[in-house]
């Protein structure tokens, strides 16, 4: 008897249906699959046998061919156990239902029949609403499938209690999700930005980086402040949107770092790999590609500590991400892409002492060990970068004021939420309602929004003359202005905010 069960499988962060066909018939006992399964999908055979034995049902003791269709996609992982199973079982008559058409499955199936969860099912979820069947899948993984609307999810979490259900000997409990609930942070003793002494112009910096979007790079002393500024960059950053959190969870949940028990990604992501990372890691491939950190960073924050230590070739591999926001791995077998819209920060030393421009210690590097400590950053990916601050070390009359230190992320946070919806407003026409910022603006926005007066023209082209700055590094000039202007709700470039996107722009500056 031929048995049909719809299935999914992930190809990068999308999931695409798959058809298991699973026939029974006379011969000598043999269990094979076809349609390109890899080893994980050969090996799901055993674990359907002996699930389906010690769920209390008979295991056929003859011919089972299974194909999955289509043919010509490579089918991985252990999506396929609970199919198979229930397309035996159905075969053999054990579920009463002539077909099931109206469901979509997916599992990993425990030698004693329990059902294991699963990656990508937010992505699964999507699938089974654009084919328009109710979904299936392991019980730990019904909450984060439920957050997608539109679709019937439940969550099973034995063969045997599914195959009563199919029967209709017992009922399966739908799982319905409110996404607004995961929105909610309740103030639980974070960091935050006024835990830091001194340092007012680079927070300033900050707030216009995660107001803009724009990638930044700090330049200072070891001991300075860059890595706790960064970690509290995550403080100030505007809340996500639905859109933008269903994007990040299906990066997350595609590559199993989704935490246990979350079924929605709402604070933006930051990461900080070490700077031993390799360009695979970072950016994401392997012999079944899986998403990189720039993608995990996907709506979020890429943080490089101690930036010139990176390899060249990694830190060269993120200049295309950084202009189109995806990477594209090409494979033989496959070309996959995933999203990689992402802030990138970055911190290093003035040079390889660290103590160049520190009043208080004395630097021996010449001027040609810095000019090579700072040429690991190459041109093109110091152009990518709209901010390059400065981060002097802080003094001691600073670090003992009992004062508190500044203004509090959530006051910095209200300015810059206020900022991007500004922005949002701006860009709704043409973006179609997803989210856009500043940094992301085409040349056809930097004329239209960046236009400056006759004064500001003339201290652009003193900038670009003295500081030999590049057309995309002019552009990046406008884009931070731009951002300046939106946080002081001005609606035209004045001189003074091109004067401040300029002072970022550090690097472009001789070294003596």
Excluded: W
């Excluded at 299974?66 to 156990?81: H, M, Q, R, S």
């Excluded at 981060?391 to 959530?410: I, N, Q």
Aim: charged share 25%; hydrophobic share 40%.
């Amino acid at each position: 008897m031929l048995a049909r069960i719809l299935s999914s499988s992930t190809i990068g962060i999308d999931a695409h249906p798959i058809l298991v066909e699973v026939d029974i018939a006379r011969g000598l006992p043999a269990f094979s699959t076809v349609g390109l399964p890899d080893n994980a999908v050969k090996e799901s055979k055993d674990r359907v046998k002996s699930a389906v034995k010690n769920s209390g049902y008979a295991f056929p003791a003859r011919r089972i061919t299974v194909n999955l269709a289509p043919a010509d996609i490579k089918k991985e992982g252990t999506n396929f156990d609970l199919p198979l199973a229930v397309g035996v079982l159905l075969a053999e008559g054990y579920i009463k239902r002539d077909n099931l058409d109206g469901f979509l499955l997916v599992g990993e199936l425990s030698l004693d029949g329990s059902i294991r969860p699963v990656r990508g099912a937010i992505s699964i979820s999507m699938c089974a609403r654009a084919e328009g069947r109710a979904l299936i899948l392991p019980l730990e993984n019904a909450d984060e499938a439920a957050v997608v609307s539109g679709v019937d999810v439940y969550g099973a979490g034995t063969l045997s209690e599914l195959v009563e259900f199919f029967n209709g000997d017992k009922e399966l409990k739908k799982a319905v999700s409110d996404p607004e609930k995961y929105f909610s942070h309740p103030d639980d003793g974070l960091v935050d930005l006024s835990d830091v002494k001194g340092q007012e112009h680079t927070k300033r910096a900050l707030e216009v980086a995660a107001a803009g979007g724009h990638n930044m790079i700090m330049i200072g002393p070891p001991g300075s402040g860059k890595t706790m500024l960064s970690k509290r960059l995550s403080t100030i950053l505007p809340d996500m949107s639905l859109e933008e959190a269903l994007e990040a969870t299906k990066v997350h949940s595609v590559a199993g770092t989704l935490p246990t028990g979350k079924a929605l990604v709402t604070m933006r992501p930051f990461r900080s790999p070490h700077h031993t990372i390799s360009s695979v890691g970072l950016i994401g491939g392997g012999s079944f590609p899986k998403p990189g950190e720039v993608s995990l960073a996907h709506n979020g924050v890429l943080f490089l500590d101690e930036m010139p230590e990176f390899g060249k070739n990694v830190l060269e591999a993120m200049r295309q991400p950084l202009e189109d926001g995806y990477v594209n791995i090409v494979r033989a077998a496959m070309s996959i892409s995933y999203p990689a819209s992402f802030m990138l920060v970055g911190a290093m030393n003035p040079c390889p002492c660290g103590y160049l421009g520190d009043p208080g210690k004395n630097c021996n590097c010449s001027g040609a060990e810095v000019q090579r400590y700072r040429g690991r950053l190459s041109g093109p990916l110091l152009d990518r970068i709209d901010i390059h601050c400065d981060v002097p070390a802080v003094r001691f009359r600073e670090l003992t004021d009992g004062r508190s230190s500044g203004e509090s992320s959530s006051v910095i946070k209200a300015r810059v939420n206020a900022a991007r919806g500004v922005q949002a407003e701006r860009f709704a026409a043409h973006t179609k309602g997803a989210v856009f910022s500043n940094s992301t603006m085409s040349a056809v926005d930097i004329k239209k929004y960046c236009e400056v007066g006759p004064d500001s023209k003339r201290l652009l082209e003193t900038a670009v003359e003295r500081l030999g700055l590049s057309a995309r590094a002019y552009t990046r000039v406008l884009k931070v202005a731009r951002t300046i202007a939106d946080l002081e709700g001005k609606q035209s470039l004045k001189t003074a905010h091109i004067s401040e996107a300029i002072q970022y722009r550090t690097l472009d500056r001789p070294v003596y």
